[in-house]
Every structure is written in C-alpha cells, then in structure tokens.
C-alpha cells in the first residue's frame, strides 16, 4: 500500500513546495508534542498564512489516526464503520470531540496507520486554504503509514465539526466525523446548566433484499439514522434536574434533511452555524439540513418525565422501517 502511493505523495509535496516541509527541514515541534514514529515519512505542514504562537501553552495538541472497526448502532444491528480514534485509544463514531478556546493555536496530527488515504477538513473553523483537508487541496490524501500536521488558528468560535473530505461521500458515510468546538471568548449570551453535543446520521445496514428503505424509495437507501452513532432504543438519554437547562449542539453529519422535535417544550435557538443571533428565537421543531449546526437551549420547566425528542422525517424515526427507532431519544427529569 505505501510503495503504491510512494510517487503521488513526492509528487504532491512537489507541488505545495512552499507551504509544506518534510520533518527536520522546517519545523521543531519537539517542545510541545513529540512527531509520532511512523513507517512512512512524516509530512509536518506548514501554513504560508499563519505561524505559531510564541507562547507553547496556546498550542493545542490532538493526535488522531482511523481505524475500521464494527460499529454497534443498536443491539443485534452491526456495520462496518471507519472511526477516528484518539493516539492509543478506541476507534469511535462519532469520533473524539475536538475542544479548544477561541484564540488557541490548533495542531491535529492525523497519523494514518489505515489501510486508505484520509484527510481532515475543519468545517466551518475557516482554516487557512493550506490546512482545508479537501479533495482538491489535499488531492492524494494522507496515505497508510504516513502524517500530517494540520496547524491553524481557531478564530470562529462556535459548533463546529471535523470530517475526512478524502472521497467524502463514502468516507463520511463510514463515519469518519467528529464534533469541532470553539468556545467564545466572550461567554455566551444565553447560558445554560449543562451541555450536550448530538450529532446526527444515516447508514445503509444489511443485504439490499431486506432493506425496506430501498423498497420505499427512501433517499441513499438509508435503513438506519442514528444520533451519535446510536439509534433508539440504544440512544443515550439527557438527564436534567427540574429547573436545570441544558445547551444542545445539534450538527448534521449526514445526507438528508432532519426535523428535530421536542415534546411538552419550546427551545430557544441561540446559534446557527456556530454565529451566535443577535435575536434568538423560539421553536419547537427545528429542520437541521447536511453540514448544518444549530445550539439551542431548553430548559426542564414543564412536568417532571420522559419527554422525546426525535426527527419528525418519520422514515428516520425507524430501524429498517419498524417505528419506534431511529434518531429518537429522551430527555429526563
Ligand atoms: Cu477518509
């Protein structure tokens, strides 16, 4: 697999001469993280816009690497999914949640040891072009058994995510996301007890004879919908005191468009895309379409219970076309 893509990767380092260096020749990253051992070489990139701060203790450090795993979407119900995995950790998906201030210095090591090329994209962070991981900057990817370093300043506060943008229909749909958080230097206007990060998605699972999707035309052959990759009954519960509020990141990794709907509450939208409105607004349900990401915040103030929040895409509130299933889940208190 490496000698495969030997060439290609000389000939794209060729080409961004000037933004990268290869390890040794530019950079010394060894005051804040060691450069991971890998079989490969190590591609340690260096943005032409941003250099790093002064201060070492503004430089966040994250190591990822893939890895193919069965991902678990409900008991009896397994896929094959492809998770980021934190260095020395489990493989999940999501993938581990990113989380740095506004301001900080931000270095990803993505360290593949899987079997095919991958990138990272930090949607909606805005990274200089040099550190975008898409398919036309980054077009050969980042082989098995090689590195690079994403570096940036996290300028855009808010909810945001990363995923591979290597043939990002199939990688993304392997599950290769995870959440991206920038917090405000300027704390929130609409404050909240608790927090909670769901991120929304669809899987095609099983043989295409039994998938009741694919007999009902629903989009992609999606049989499966899952939140944080889960799908009811395995979907984890929020768990409230009465009185308490909790701030809700809703991000869509997926493909298709979802209505995310509350019973017995209203809850206030306090952020579109990571920009927080300058006139939140009140809804009850709320369409969340691909790529999107909404903060809203409710609070437990109606009678205390198990109260559902789930897409109102009824084909997406079921496994395999059997309701009750799907991206449903419950907040409690
Ligand atoms: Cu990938």
Known sequence: MFKKFMGVVTASVIAFTGGYAIAGTG???????????????????????????????????????????????????????????????????????????????????????????????????????????????????????????????????????????????????????????????????????????????EW???????????????????????INGKAEPATEAIELKKGQSVKIRLINAGDMSHTMHLHGHKFLVTHTDGIELSAPYWKDSLSIGPSERYDIVMKADNESGVWMFHDHVMPAATNNGQYPGGMTMHIKY
């Open 27 to 201: 950079h010394d990253y060894s005051t804040t993280h060691s450069v991971p051992k890998v079989n490969g070489r190590v591609i340690i990139a260096k943005s032409k816009m941003e250099q790093p701060p002064k201060d070492k203790s503004k430089i966040k450090t994250f190591v990822l690497d893939v890895e193919s795993f069965e991902l678990e979407l409900l008991p009896g119900v397994k896929t094959e999914a492809w998770g980021f995995k934190p260095e020395g950790g489990r493989p999940s998906v999501p993938g581990p949640e990113i989380r740095v201030k506004e301001g900080d210095y931000v270095r990803v090591i993505l360290k593949n040891t899987h079997a095919l090329p991958h990138t990272i994209h930090f949607h909606g962070v805005d990274t200089p072009f040099d550190m975008d991981g898409a398919d036309t900057t980054q077009a050969e990817g980042i082989p098995n058994g090689e590195t690079f370093i994403y570096e940036f300043y996290a300028k855009v506060p808010g909810t945001h995510f990363y995923h591979c943008h290597y043939q990002t229909f199939l990688h993304l749909n392997m599950g290769m996301y995870g959440a991206f958080i920038v917090e405000p230097r300027k704390p929130d206007k609409v404050k909240a007890d608790k927090e909670a990060t769901l991120i929304l998605d």
């Open 204 to 226: 095609r699972v099983g043989e295409d004879e039994d998938n009741f999707a694919l007999k009902n035309n629903w989009p992609y052959g999606y049989n499966y919908f899952t």
